[in-house]
């Protein structure tokens, strides 16, 4: 009877522990982006960009930057922002000219190397 009581007593605080890991592992939690696709860089570098032309901005305005030094910061920002938009649209652009390369080669694929008559000719 004493082990029976032992046993329990130990299951209890066992399940309380184990509890919040089985609900965490068992969770439908949708999987996290991969943080090293180019998307997720490019987007990293814009907001790195916008971030640093509000800091400049604000050095501006409280008068730690002179204009020159303004002037070259705002420039490095800004034209970091706008590779980073070029790059963005160019890699949607070339997604969509690797999806139609690929729709038309999956297209051959199925119908075979003679076309349709190919798949009815075989076993």
Known sequence: MVVLITILLCLFPAAMVLYPLVKRFSSTAPAPEDESSLRAELERRWE???????????????GNLNDGDYEWLKEVHMREAALVLKTLELSESEEDSLMERINGELAKTRLGPEGPEAQSDGF
């Open 48 to 62: 790195s960009a916008i971030d640093g032309l509000r800091g400049t901005e604000l050095e501006r305005s409280i």
